[in-house]
């Protein structure tokens, strides 16, 4: 059983964490908690369910992060999580798209606490692992904390113990899902008031966070961190974080990293992925240092992309001077 730690995660990211990514962050941070893209109900009723649930055995301990709103629905999918081994099954209340507006989840369900604690409960019935929920402070431009206090109240009483939050509201109307990352105001003080207020729950703090220092005094007062934007952007921070969470746990080299992915890519095209698919997530782990920009160009050519040989990220580490371990290059 992977160890049940919630202290360091990787966020939910549609188009982001998927397994390819996935594996890639578990080779940085060997004790972080990884979620899956969001993935709807529909999708695994009607869709191709190895391609939406199959990831790879290193990734534990790895949640499915599930979008729906119907109780019957999601006790399936979650069974099926559960099934295919996932350590979490996680219930999106926090994403503020039109396209998931209109299928009625994520964000707008939080106007729905007593419909979330029946699909929390449909779940929780049917699978022995956790289930929990991601969930915005408030909708709109309401900033009232009893929202939240009586949102999370409801959910708690079903027996779910573990809420991540993320400490900004979600505006339904007018804003992109990009501007809901950065223009509702973080709101940190009412984020900590759920923890006074329900001691036993873990609170995972989600927003606005993206470097060893935050994060760490953010563990001060909240059980967890969770990181979105900040590891696709520049995935060091998850080594850099590994190192200040777990400073017994050995940092890989940065050569035995790029052995490790040249190995999974090579893996990854005997199953006709493209190479292109499999570095996505590796453009950015050089960001701050020297030549950066060529390793990124290197593994955006499409000409070269298009020969799928995985020995590409050896020769566009070698050509970046490889040779630095993975803990000299700081964000």
Not at 161 to 169: G, L, P, S
């Amino acid at each position: 059983m992977p160890e049940q730690s919630w202290k360091l995660s990787v966020a939910p990211m549609i188009d982001v964490t998927d397994r390819h990514c996935r594996f890639f962050h578990r080779l940085l941070a060997p004790h972080a908690r990884l979620y899956t893209e969001m993935i709807t109900t529909g999708a695994l009723t009607h869709g191709d369910i190895h391609r939406h649930l199959d990831f790879n055995e290193q990734e534990h301990p790895v949640a499915l992060q599930l979008g729906g709103s119907e109780p019957e629905a999601l006790s399936q999918a979650a069974r099926l999580g559960a099934q295919w081994g996932y350590d979490e099954i996680n219930l999106n209340c926090g994403c503020p798209s039109e396209r998931v507006q209109k299928g009625a989840f994520g964000a707008c369900l939080m106007a729905e606490p007593r419909l979330v604690a029946d699909c929390v409960k449909a779940m929780q019935d049917v699978v022995s692992i956790p289930v929990t929920v991601k969930h915005r402070l408030g909708l709109d431009y309401n900033d009232d904390y009893g929202f939240v206090r009586d949102f999370v109240g409801t959910i708690y009483d079903t027996g779910c113990r573990i809420f991540v939050v993320h400490a900004r509201n979600a505006v339904l109307k007018g804003l992109t899902p990009k501007d809901n990352r950065d223009i509702p105001p973080l709101r940190y003080a009412d984020a900590a008031k759920l923890k006074q207020d329900f001691p036993e729950a873990t609170i995972v703090l989600n927003g606005g966070l993206s470097g060893v220092q935050d994060c760490s005094q953010a563990l001060e007062t909240f059980d967890g961190v969770m990181l979105g934007r900040a590891p696709w952007h520049n995935p060091g921070i998850l080594s850099e974080l590994s190192a200040a969470f777990w400073p017994n746990e050995p940092v890989m080299q940065e050569a035995a990293l790029i052995d490790q992915l040249v190995a999974y890519a090579a893996s990854q095209i005997e199953r006709d992925t493209p190479l292109r698919i499999v570095v996505r997530p590796l453009l950015g782990l050089f960001n701050g240092r020297p030549r950066s920009r060529l390793w990124r160009r290197m593994l955006s050519d499409s000409k070269l992309l298009n020969a799928n040989n995985p020995n590409l990220i050896r020769q566009a580490w070698s050509e970046i001077g490889g040779y630095a371990p993975l803990d000299t290059f700081k964000t």
